[in-house]
């Protein structure tokens, strides 16, 4: 029997998912438990699992097509069975799709450009601008460009309507000095291929004199692809548009503070004997739980008219990988042991890095810790993430000279930076929120009554 494989519905707001990569292709044995696909979600990029054994009949959504969730993806059952019809599916695109009250960018069509004009007064038009998709041009003309590695756009039709005769295309490479411009074979397939208009590179003059033909080399050409724009994946449209969204909504405050990590760091070196492996993040994040139980208004949301407060503190953590920032969720950090703390965030950490985040691990954060320490970093502020009141910003820890009972001392200083919504937090009470932080983690005897007993 032909089993449907569907777009999974992975979260509660998950509505759209992406197809990145088939890992089976048609006619191959398909058993429970393989990987089928990896589909991009806003939240991560995730790997489905085969729920059905047989071989992959059919599929129906490609590598880079968006469908909402629920909808038929491929088909699974024996071969030679009949494959069920499947209604057209419409492609979904968030960037054509904006949120209520959101605003969209768009890009302005290249302008006509007489061909009368030198190409050194031409504006400056980019070698890689997309070709036009509905540009009038007629067969011959068309015939003509396949050979001829330009952008057509800025060539006036003189045909009926405004069309691009072979006439029009001819005059227009003859204006621009196309014939003059020495290319060779594997370059200029290359940009055929690639779509690269070699009138708008910065050519290489020929044997060194600018007035003689101009030279077009692969490296040119490697050089403009790279530069191609390139569409940001849909994680990263998510972050741009969420981020965007919180800087330019929420009145951000700052407010800073250095923490010596001295006694923690040798503190932390005594553990690592005694085999006890908690990380520095580990401390904060702990610091950070329990200064929350304490100042609740940091641990709240608004909506700009009401709070909310959140009675546990369900802690985000910032983490870097190859699709961009993703922020897994600890869950109750305010009362969860350090241990458990410890093994959840690395938990967590390793399966960001392995793409095998779950979007409810991903959801219902309350406050983040963004920790670039390991990045060598003086001091950096963070963006409040959508729906919380604030995100601490952590720096790397230097050796610093400080004075301490009148000595110059070499210390092990580290920048905490708080960002706060100013319409729920102030600035005292901000300043009180991150020194409490600052003085728990400088406390060795509240670590000691936590990793000794």
Excluded: C
Aim: hydrophobic share 40%.
């Amino acid at each position: 029997m032909v089993q449907t494989i569907i777009m999974p519905k992975l979260g509660q707001t998950v509505e759209e998912s992406t197809v990145v990569k088939w890992h089976k292709q048609v006619g191959d044995k398909v058993i429970k438990g393989d990987i089928l696909f990896e589909i991009e979600t806003d939240k991560a990029v995730l790997e489905i699992e085969s729920f059905f054994e047989g071989t992959l009949l059919k599929i129906i959504v490609p590598e880079g097509m968006t469908v909402p969730v629920t909808a038929p993806v491929a088909f699974i059952g024996e071969p030679g069975e009949p494959i069920p019809a499947v209604p057209a599916i419409p492609k979904t695109n968030p960037a054509e799709a904006p949120a209520p009250g959101q605003s969209v960018t768009t890009t302005h069509p290249a302008a006509q450009v007489p061909i009368q004009v030198p190409r050194s007064e031409l504006p400056a038009v980019s070698a890689t601008s997309p070709m036009p998709q509905n540009k009038p041009i007629s067969p011959r003309a068309r015939r003509l460009l396949k050979d001829h590695p330009i952008n057509p756009d800025p060539i006036p039709g003189t045909g009926p309507g405004g069309r691009v005769t072979e006439k029009d295309v001819l005059a227009y490479l003859e204006a621009q000095g196309y014939y003059r411009i020495r290319i060779t074979p594997a370059a200029k397939a290359f940009a055929l291929k690639e779509k690269i208009d070699i009138l708008r590179l910065n050519r290489l003059p020929a044997n060194g004199d600018r007035k003689t033909d101009d030279r077009v080399t692969i490296e040119m050409i490697e050089q403009a692809v790279a530069e191609k724009p390139k569409e940001m994946s849909k994680i990263r449209q998510i972050i741009a548009r969420r981020l965007t969204q919180s800087f330019t909504s929420v009145p951000h405050f700052y407010v800073s503070v250095s923490a010596d990590m001295t006694d923690l760091l040798n503190f932390r070196k005594e553990l690592k004997k005694a085999g006890k492996f908690y990380s520095v993040t580990d401390f904060i994040m702990k610091s950070a739980a329990l200064a929350l139980k304490k100042f609740p208004a940091v641990n709240s949301s608004t909506d700009g008219r009401t709070i909310r407060w959140h009675s546990r503190v369900q802690l985000g953590m910032a983490v870097d990988v190859k699709e961009g920032l993703v922020v897994p969720v600890i869950r109750d950090a305010d009362i969860i042991s350090l241990d458990e703390l410890h093994a959840r965030s690395a938990s967590l950490v390793q399966k960001a890095r392995d793409n095998k985040l779950l979007p409810d691990e991903m959801t219902g954060s309350t406050f983040t810790i963004s920790n670039m320490g390991m990045l060598d970093v003086d001091h950096f502020t963070a963006i409040i993430n959508p729906g919380e009141s604030a995100i601490l910003a952590i720096s790397s820890i230097r050796e610093t000279p400080v004075v301490r009972k009148g000595q110059i001392v070499i210390r092990s200083i580290m920048a905490l930076t708080v960002s706060s919504d100013h319409r729920i937090v102030d600035g005292a009470m901000a300043a009180r929120f991150v020194n409490h932080i600052k003085s728990q983690i400088e406390d060795i005897q509240l670590w000691k009554s936590m990793t000794l007993s």
